[in-house]
């Protein structure tokens, strides 16, 4: 499958001995390719084997674009965090900086999702101020976002600038979809015809992307 994709997407978010082998296979085919690689990297900081699995992928194969939300991130970076599951617990480190350092030791773009988003590895670090609360209250929004960056990494080579625009877009989506939502469930349905539904001068009239 690798072999005919434009960009390869990891989540860790169920893991099995053998599906994380399967990842490192994908993963070495992308990079022979030359396709990105985005890992997210979630529930870093539950448990040691996480952990441990989440840095061999790190570590055996190229990840281009490492996301996750602050705790996550700062786990993967080394510090000594604890989360519960994918909540993110508080970061006592300043989370540009976080995001610089790991992203110049890895050679990768980084993204920390949060209130607002942070794009750091390229020559230019992005934040973007897109999206509602109520994303937090619907299963897999997270994941969907690194979905969402790596269609917009197949066709965009600056990986930063790629990832800013998919969380802009995937945000913009929601604040639409918040409009006309009356709770979780209702929203839900509404993001994915708002996602649809998306058009450039939406886009150009409500993205707030900043340095």
Known sequence: MT??????????????????EAMKTAAASANRKGIPVILDVCGAGA?????????????????N??????SE??????????????????????????ARTLAARRRATVVITGQADLVAGGPETYR??????????????GCMAASIIG????????????????LACYGIAAE????????PASFKDALFDCL????????????????
Request: proline share 2%; aromatic share 4%.
């Open 151 to 166: 269609a917009f990494a197949a066709v965009e080579p600056d990986h930063g600038k790629a990832a800013a625009c998919a």
């Open 65 to 70: 674009i490492i996301k996750g939300n602050a």
């Open 73 to 98: 991130v700062a786990r993967v970076s080394g510090m000594n965090i604890r989360t519960k599951g994918v909540d993110t617990a508080e970061v006592d480190a300043d989370l540009e900086t976080l």
């Open 47 to 63: 448990t040691e084997w996480r952990d441990r699995k989440v840095f061999e992928l790190l570590d055996q194969v190229h990840i």
């Open 3 to 20: 072999r005919i994709a434009s960009a390869l997407v990891l989540n860790v978010g169920t893991l099995t001995a053998d599906y994380v």
């Open 176 to 183: 639409l979809a918040a409009e006309q939502s009356r709770g």
């Open 128 to 141: 973007v101020n897109n999206g509602v609360a109520l994303m937090t209250r619907v299963v897999g929004t």
């Open 196 to 211: 649809y539904r998306l058009d450039q001068s939406t886009i150009e009239k409500m993205q707030r992307i900043g340095p």
